[in-house]
């Protein structure tokens, strides 16, 4: 999967002029957080886009759709980590008034709190986006029972592999413009995945995009 998500960004008309609106929006975010709202909209939309097997990446329209999903994505996400981080920031701070082991409990805990959120967080999200439903994000049955399935979790850790690689680069050199084109390429090439293994696990358990380019517009 990951061998042909890679090029994911880079199909259909226009591709060029939404990989420099993601990349100078993720740049400008480095200052300022607002613009990373209507990329989050954005990948929300990538999500929506590939469960419903359409071959080419969406386009930055409807801005005002944008904010509002990119402002439910984020909410989303903070919901999910909000215990594990909270965990690992007890965790840091405990052996100043407490015990070093109940600190490297805490760490502890919390590490695996939030391996656990970032494997369930990429269905929620998915759900979210195929849904139009917040309460669907939080129906930890129906996203637990899409995480078992093999197809789930080969596009996940893919998935992570390209942002933790590509968007990782990008991360690191945020403040040239090639920077947040590694950082949104990435991003989008991820979110592609991660909705490739929940539409192939509450499907048939095969990867959506076998047969690429087959899917209708």
């Known amino acids: 999967m990951l061998r042909d998500a890679i090029y994911y960004p880079q199909r259909g008309p226009g591709w060029l002029w939404t990989?420099?609106?993601?990349?100078?929006?993720?740049?400008?975010?480095?200052?300022t957080f607002v613009p990373l709202i209507p990329v989050q909209g954005y990948l929300l939309r990538v999500l929506r886009s590939t469960a419903e097997e359409r071959p080419n990446p969406p386009k930055f329209t409807d801005w005002g759709d944008l904010f509002v999903d990119g402002a439910?994505?984020?909410?989303?996400?903070?919901?999910?980590?909000?215990?594990?981080?909270?965990?690992?920031?007890?965790?840091?701070?405990?052996?100043?008034?407490?015990?070093?082991?109940?600190?490297?409990?805490?760490?502890?805990l919390g590490g695996f709190a939030l391996v656990a959120v970032l494997y369930f967080l990429p269905g929620a999200l998915t759900r979210l986006a195929t849904t139009d439903s917040l309460a669907a994000a939080f129906d930890i049955r129906a996203v637990a029972a899409a995480a078992r399935r093999p197809i789930y979790?080969?596009?996940?850790?893919?998935?992570?592999?390209?942002?933790?690689?590509?968007?990782?680069?990008?991360?690191?050199?945020?403040?040239?413009?090639?920077?947040?084109?590694?950082?949104?390429?990435?991003?989008?090439?991820?979110?592609?995945?991660?909705?490739?293994?929940?539409?192939?696990?509450?499907?048939?358990?095969?990867?959506?995009?076998?047969?690429?380019?087959?899917?209708?517009?």
């Open 72 to 108: 439910r994505s984020i909410a989303v996400q903070v919901a999910y980590l909000f215990v594990p981080v909270l965990l690992v920031l007890f965790g840091v701070v405990a052996p100043a008034v407490a015990p070093p082991a109940v600190g490297t409990a805490l760490l502890v």
């Open 19 to 31: 990989l420099v609106t993601g990349s100078l929006l993720v740049l400008v975010g480095t200052v």
């Open 153 to 217: 979790v080969v596009a996940v850790v893919e998935a992570y592999v390209a942002l933790f690689v590509v968007a990782g680069l990008g991360g690191v050199l945020v403040l040239i413009l090639i920077g947040s084109v590694f950082a949104f390429y990435g991003q989008v090439v991820g979110y592609h995945l991660f909705a490739r293994g929940y539409a192939g696990a509450t499907g048939d358990g095969q990867d959506p995009y076998g047969s690429v380019g087959t899917a209708a517009e």
